[in-house]
């Protein structure tokens, strides 16, 4: 189904987290959209964001050659590797224990004596999470299931509307039992035609 144009995606889309290990959502497609909702008490909204967000994936192959032909006869995979990077627009509590990977939060007061305060993990305590994007016209979801934040963490204070952000980069991990990712994608449209399995 070519020169489709509903299967064009605009829009950075919402993101969520959870606890690593949060079971998938159970994904209902109703109307040509995913029409379920995201328990908001699992899956929590990280807010804005500077530019939205990116996935990069890379799959690592060797050659493999024979002397008789120039060319190699084969490639043999040796790892791969993915990401999830965006920069967080709201600087909160929340934001700073996905960004440093955890920590140790208090909160003491209430209404207008409340005050909360973080402090990051010791090296080897740091939690790992799992990732969800929601398209905003909701025909895509994608789930990270266990994700380590591995990125430098840069704090900018700037003048004027130059806003303060968390830069991440959420490194995939295998998660126990599962691949490290998966995609909804409601309608044929997003089948992209016939699809064919290589």
Known sequence: MPND?????????????????????????????????????????IGYTESGSEFSYELSSDDVNVAEVFDPVTHKT???????????????VKNLVLALNG?????????????????????????????????????????????FQTGSVTVGRRKGADKATIPVTFSLEAPTGARPFKVWMATDNKAGGQVVQP
């Open 103 to 147: 920590g140790t939060v208090t909160n003491t007061g209430a209404t207008t004596t409340s005050m909360w305060t973080y402090e990051p993990p010791n090296p080897g305590n740091e939690v790992r999470v799992a990732l969800i994007w929601q398209s905003e016209d909701n025909t895509e979801r994608w789930i990270f299931r266990q994700v």
């Open 78 to 92: 040796t790892g791969r590797s993915g990401s999830v990077a965006f920069e967080c627009a709201e600087i909160t």
């Open 5 to 45: 144009t509903k299967t064009i995606s605009l829009g950075p889309g919402l993101l969520y987290w959870a606890p690593a290990g949060t079971a998938d959502p159970t994904t209902a497609v109703t109307a040509s959209i995913i029409s379920d909702t995201l328990s908001a008490v699992t899956w929590k909204q």
